[in-house]
């Protein structure tokens, strides 16, 4: 089989590893790829936003399946041009990765459907959004209603923050056209869970729980960031509360999804928050998350291939979904500077040490192949992922591998996974 992968990140090179391991692949393709997909895969230098050139690229190699790993194709319609080719593709179509695209579209469906979440407003004009906050209580949740590569969404503690934030997001138009709309939420508190599922269009199956750190610095202070790093699985994630989700949270949203007429197939990353009250939705995704994947990916046990042609073919029901009985962790180094300014082009050592070493993994992310080497290029540089019999053994795996990668200003969190000594 050949296998086309679109996108260009660290989830990418997580789900092109997945891909290598499948018996069904001879040939993977990747568009553009990285230095590190290009070890395992033929990178060819398609813009993930060329739907028309990554059709004709799919078509001209016959590819047998397209799989979209980032979320701005997919929200931009990506899946139906490939369909209407009559390429067989992997991610929802643009109908259905509106539940990403748009933060009020997923907010009203949660709440006509019952389904678990905290209370919000939508606006569509700064001068609307104002009054609210008048008689608002703080700190509350501002929210860029379409796609802000995951920086739209701000805390405010203050009347004072949140206009400043109003402002950034409608007046200055921060984020271009995704601000045209805000949405305003509850702040919610307790602890964050990513959960993963593998959608038909009827059935969900969620995979293993991660838990993300989405801060720059440790402690969780410092801006929001793409994600510094992750752990997998959550413990406080019990089955008593996987449960809870199963039945009042995936299900339901498959069976919105269906309502609407807008069947979701594909992955369905669904962030929770766990609060006192029970677990709420804070946000849809409509794709694998980043580092997510890099955690949740190498302990699946199930040929990645099998699983994504069963939710193609409506067939997700027949899939014995297994992960492994461990845990993983990745650190995420970056350029110093992220997720501001940071300094591009820094040679990398190191990496022929994760070769050949069971159970460790180095996920590029912004990495260039050069002729002196691979070189940074982008704040979030690699994803270092190790295994391990618990959480706290893949912790110090993952911290001794960290060591063995150099380049220039490179930079990290110290503390990923240090939730898990409160559990
Ligand atoms: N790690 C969060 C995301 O992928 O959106």
Redesign the pocket.
């Known amino acids: 089989m050949k296998v086309f992968i679109v996108g260009s990140g660290g ?1 990418e090179h997580a789900i092109a590893a997945s891909v290598a391991k499948s018996r069904k692949v001879d040939q993977i393709y990747c568009a553009p790829g990285n230095g590190g997909i290009a070890e395992i895969a033929e990178c060819v230098s398609i813009g993930a936003m060329e739907f028309e050139k990554l059709a004709d690229f799919a078509e001209e190699k016959e590819i047998d399946l397209t799989i979209i790993g980032m979320d701005d194709p997919l929200v931009g319609g990506i899946v139906d041009v490939f369909e209407e080719r009559g390429l067989r593709v992997f991610g929802p179509r643009k109908n259905a990765a509106i539940i990403e695209g748009s933060k009020s579209f997923s907010k009203d469906l949660m709440k006509k459907y019952g389904i678990p979440t905290c209370h919000y407003e939508t606006f569509h004009s700064p001068e609307e959004a104002l009054l609210y906050l008048e008689t608002a209580s703080f700190p509350i949740v501002l929210k860029a209603d379409g796609l802000a590569l ?1 920086k739209g969404v701000l805390i405010c503690n203050t009347p004072e923050e949140a206009e400043e934030g109003i402002a950034t997001l409608m007046l200055d138009k921060q984020f271009g056209d995704a601000g045209d709309t805000v949405v305003i939420e509850d702040f919610m508190t307790g602890r964050e869970v ?1 959960v993963l599922c593998y959608c038909d269009g009827t059935h969900i199956k969620p995979m293993t729980s991660a838990q ?1 750190h ?1 801060r720059a610095k440790d402690g969780d202070r410092g801006l929001n960031t ?2 510094m790093g ?1 752990f997998s699985p959550s413990p406080f994630y019990t089955p008593e509360i996987q449960k809870f989700c199963e039945t009042k949270i995936y299900q339901p949203t498959m069976d919105a999804m269906k309502a609407e007429g807008r069947d979701f197939v594909g992955i369905l ?1 669904v ?1 929770l928050m766990l609060t006192p009250e029970g677990p709420k939705v804070l946000e849809y ?1 409509a794709r ?5 994947a890099q955690v949740v990916l190498p302990r699946m046990k199930n040929d990645i291939i099998d699983v994504m042609e069963a939710c193609i073919d409506g067939k997700l029901n027949q899939v014995d979904l297994q992960f492994e009985d461990n845990a993983a962790v990745c650190v995420v180094l970056a350029s110093d500077g992220y997720p501001e300014k940071y300094e591009k082009g820094k040679r990398i050592t190191g990496l022929e040490k994760f070769k050949d070493k069971e159970g460790y993994y180095v996920f590029h992310a912004g990495t260039k192949a050069t002729d002196e080497g691979i070189v940074t290029n982008g704040g979030r540089v690699l994803g270092v992922t190790a295994k391990g019999a618990d959480l706290k053994e893949a912790r110090a795996n993952a911290y001794q591998a960290v060591q063995w990668v150099s380049f220039e200003n490179k930079y990290m969190r110290n503390d990923i996974g240090k939730a898990i000594d409160e559990a």
């Open positions: 989830r995951g990513s993300d989405k793409g994600g992750t990353f962030g995704n694998f998350g980043d580092p997510e």
